[in-house]
């Protein structure tokens, strides 16, 4: 049925478990997977302490070795299961718009993502980024909570 599916990531134990059923759903499927992860653009203001400590370079530094762990943890699912793997890492203040480009760039038929189940006010001020997902785009996507 599905014979490519794209598994973002963000580090999360909740991203973890998606990552771990996404592999065993393509196993049986006997589909290949895709890695994905996107890092926060630099900012000089910013919410997060390591770009306020550090400089353009060293953030992104930083970032890519952050984003090859969590990559590194969809490969050696996949290699453990004995199914095909790429990786993809971006740079992006709108991951849900880079994970639905990668999708159509790279022939993906499914998306399997965590989601959070943020609901209320902490849900629209944080955003969530499945939801997004859901919202504009065509692949099929299967949400792991």
Excluded: W
């Amino acid at each position: 049925m599905f014979k490519h599916i794209l598994l973002p990531t963000d580090g999360s134990d909740l991203s973890l478990r998606a990552i771990e059923r996404g592999v065993a759903l393509a196993k049986a499927m006997g589909a290949r997977v895709t890695g994905f992860h996107a890092t926060p653009s630099f900012h000089v203001f910013a919410y997060e302490a390591l770009q306020v400590e550090s400089t353009r370079e060293e953030y992104l530094r930083v970032s890519a070795e952050q984003a090859a762990n969590l990559l590194g943890a969809v490969e050696s699912a996949a290699r453990a299961a004995g199914v095909a793997f790429e990786s993809v890492s971006t740079v992006s203040d709108h991951p849900y718009e880079d994970i639905l480009r990668t999708a159509t760039e790279r022939g993906c038929d499914l998306i399997v993502m965590a989601s959070h189940g943020r609901r209320g006010v902490k849900g629209l001020l944080l955003g969530s980024e499945t939801q997004k997902v859901l919202t504009h785009g065509n692949v099929p996507v299967l949400v792991y909570r």
